[in-house]
């Protein structure tokens, strides 16, 4: 238990960062992955030692294209990685898994789910490419016979926030802020309730978010 738990996460304390990017790899890996950095390179789709080493400060110039991977990948600008010419204030840019979700009769509302909110940004790009992999039909779960990249991710959004949209006009509704106060989405309280309903679809959605393991059988994502 205790080496899973250790899995991807450096086993002595680390040094001073010797760079603006791994100080801010550091930073990402952190707020994203509480610190895991063997989920961060399975989800940017970049090899372990490749991150592994930058993390560490071995690095001392870390490939273009791998900057651009990461970039990509969380949304990122790539300034934000080099240090310049974006202001360091501690912080991640605000950025993450973007749809839109019904907001009225005739009107839909952009929302941003945050990476910092790692657990429902995990069950939203398993949940994607599970989909994507069974053929179109009307009987392909949330997303049906549509096909177009926007419209499935727009769907996913409104499907996973269906208990937060269900309170939105109930006084005192948990997201009854968030729709008038775009502030409100970047609070503590908000990534704690998406973090919390990621957790809950996780285990709601158990059988069909699952990936192979390597015997055969499923492994939660």
Do not use: C
Request: aromatic share 6%; no cysteine.
């Amino acid at each position: 238990m205790l080496r899973e738990r250790r899995r991807g996460r450096p086993s002595t304390p680390l040094g001073v960062a010797s760079s603006n990017v791994t100080s801010r790899l550091r930073r990402l890996v952190d707020d994203v992955h509480d610190g895991n950095l063997f989920e961060a390179s399975v989800h940017a789709g970049l090899p372990y030692a490749t991150l592994r080493e930058i993390h560490l400060g071995r690095a001392r110039r870390p490939g273009h294209q791998t900057l651009e991977r990461l970039a990509r990948v969380y949304g990122l600008p790539l300034e934000w990685f080099l240090g310049e010419p974006v202001p360091d204030d501690r912080t991640l840019p605000m950025t993450g898994w973007v749809g839109f979700v019904p907001f009225g009769a005739k009107v839909a509302r952009r929302i941003t789910i945050p990476h910092a909110a790692w657990p429902l940004i995990r069950v939203l790009v398993r949940l994607e490419q599970r989909l994507r992999e069974m053929p179109a039909s009307v009987d392909r779960p949330i997303i049906g016979l549509v096909s177009d990249p926007r419209d499935i991710r727009n769907r996913l959004t409104a499907f996973v926030l269906q208990p937060l949209l269900a309170t939105r006009g109930l006084p005192g509704g948990a997201a009854e802020s968030v729709w008038s106060d775009p502030i409100a989405a970047a609070g503590d309280r908000w990534i704690g309730l998406l973090s919390d309903l990621g957790r809950f679809w996780e285990q709601a959605l158990a059988g069909l978010i699952r990936e192979p393991g390597a015997d055969g059988t499923q492994r939660a994502s």
